[in-house]
């Protein structure tokens, strides 16, 4: 499967971010010795499922790599612009191509191992859109100061995971609720009026499961879902804060100190003693008698 790397983000004066970025992409934020969409990018190029990687938004001027196939275009200005134009070249490259792996440049965290994970389950089925959420005490044990937004639900609280998938015809329909809820991704309550005010009734007075909302927001757009539950926080740790990019400084930190080898600690030198003389005793000369004649 390809992937779509969206990496178009460039923080303004008002956003919190602005002071560490100072004009600059925020995927090439440094994190741990590191641009940010690098740690993405090196998880990609070591999933097995993964092919090609298409980063939108940089240049191969910006330095970062993959081991897959890379490809770069140009930021087309608006998130779903990007993904659109993210898949014409993911089909472009790929005729075949059925789906597509679409990953925020933000999530420095996320595995190789994560990403094969998700590409397996995901393939169990054949819907259109597989949608990861994060229930909040997954997130909160591995990341507790990461002051995520929450889903209020009736069976649990749940962030949303920054790494989806999805069939590339949805990129030619219902672009117009795309273009909505992509608007809306942050907040949530404003996504559910997209879909309906029973479906924002249902979320804020939290009468609607998960399952509930899935398949209402399928019945609203025509489309086949499915809702991704995840039992690892990383797909679903986003860096759209100062503290949040600090926490993930901090963790991949500890990350590259864990990978490194040790090194051997050398053995002390033996302290040469010295030897001792041996001194050999002088052997006494003995007297022969002389023999008479």
């Known amino acids: ?9 460039i923080p303004q004066p008002n956003d919190p971010l602005y002071l560490y970025s100072k004009g600059e992409s925020k995927a090439l934020l440094d ?6 969409i690098q740690w993405v990018l090196d998880a990609l190029g070591g999933a097995k499922n ?3 990687v298409i980063v939108i938004g940089l240049t191969p001027k910006s330095g970062v790599t993959c081991k897959k196939p890379l490809y770069f275009l140009a930021n087309e200005g608006r998130m779903l612009a990007n993904i659109v134009a993210g ?24 595995t190789s191992q994560q990403i094969d ?41 749940v962030c949303g995971a920054d790494m989806n998938i999805a069939h590339v015809r949805l ?18 309550a404003a996504q559910a009026k997209v879909m309906g005010w029973g479906t924002l009734f249902l ?22 879902g499915r809702a991704i539950l995840w039992k690892e926080a990383e797909p679903c740790m986003d860096v ?24 051997m600690k050398k053995p002390a030198p033996k302290k040469k003693t010295a030897k001792k003389k041996v001194v050999k005793k002088p052997v006494a000369k003995t007297k022969t008698k002389k023999k008479r004649r």
């Open 50 to 52: 993964v092919d090609n």
């Open 117 to 157: 994970w998700l590409i397996n389950t995901c393939m169990e089925t054949k819907d259109d859109l597989y949608y990861g959420v994060c229930p909040r005490e997954v997130m909160e044990a591995r990341f507790p100061e990461s002051r995520r937004t929450y889903t209020k639900l009736k069976d649990m609280q």
């Open 31 to 36: 994190v741990a010795g590191k641009p940010m």
């Open 203 to 224: 979320l804020l007075t939290r009468q609607a499961t998960l399952q509930d909302f899935v398949e209402r927001v399928s019945r609203r757009i025509g489309i086949k």
């Open 1 to 9: 499967m390809d992937a779509i790397v969206t990496a178009g983000g």
């Open 240 to 263: 759209d804060k100062p503290h949040q990019l600090e926490m993930m400084r901090a963790d991949l930190a500890k990350r590259n100190r864990a990978a490194s080898p040790k090194k």
């Open 87 to 110: 898949v014409n070249k993911v089909r472009e490259v790929n005729g075949n191509a059925q789906y597509v792996l679409i990953v925020s440049s933000d999530i420095p965290a996320v």
């Open 171 to 188: 990129a030619r329909e219902h672009l117009d609720v795309w273009e909505a809820l992509i608007a809306n991704r942050k907040n949530p």
